[in-house]
């Protein structure tokens, strides 16, 4: 497989590019993505045996089960970043090793409807809080421990909603693919 399929298969919405500025039309299309994911996934993957769901989304990657599970974890480790930072003065986050993380057993053995009705609760309080940030805790920000990077949570904003149609559309892209 050459090097541009596989940037395709790796990156189907391309890669995350923030734009500048960040407008109140990008803030309320962010939330719009992240309030109705959960549902979208859903939609996507329903009827799907297990087989399917043990299909890696491209050479090399995640099987769907991993996917969906791993969506879980980030969002739920995202939204505590929110509330870390509307709660405590620039707080250095905790970062996690997110590939370790999608090899562990629960991920293996836990049905993915329990990762589905998670996203759904967690998106609905996310949906909520999001809704409700002023123009100055949107500028407010976490420091990434691995880079010693400031990301605003309106950055972050921005990078959860790629994150959404990210791996939305590798679910989409291995449906596509195999005609199911």
Avoid at 127 to 152: A, C, D, M, R, V
């Amino acid at each position: 497989m050459d090097t541009s399929t596989l940037e395709q298969l790796r990156y189907p919405v391309g890669r995350f590019a923030l734009p500048e500025p960040i407008t109140s039309d990008h803030l309320a299309s962010w939330i719009k993505t992240i309030e109705a994911f959960p549902e979208r996934v859903e939609e996507a993957i329903h009827g799907w045996s297990d087989e399917q769901l043990q299909t890696p989304y491209r050479p090399e990657g995640w099987t769907i089960r991993q996917l969906v599970h791993h969506v879980a974890d980030s969002h739920m480790n995202s939204y505590i970043r929110f509330k870390w930072t509307l709660t405590e003065d620039s707080p250095t986050i905790k970062a996690y090793h997110e590939g370790a993380w999608a090899e562990l057993e629960d991920t293996h053995q836990t049905p993915i409807e329990v990762s589905l009705q998670l996203l759904k609760a967690l998106h609905q309080r996310w949906g909520i809080l999001l809704k409700n940030l002023t123009e100055e805790q949107l500028n407010w920000y976490f420091i990434h421990p691995e880079h010693g990077q400031k990301i605003s949570l309106k950055a972050n904003m921005g990078l959860y909603d790629w994150h959404c149609r990210h791996h939305l559309q590798h679910i989409l892209e291995l449906k596509k693919r195999k005609g199911w």
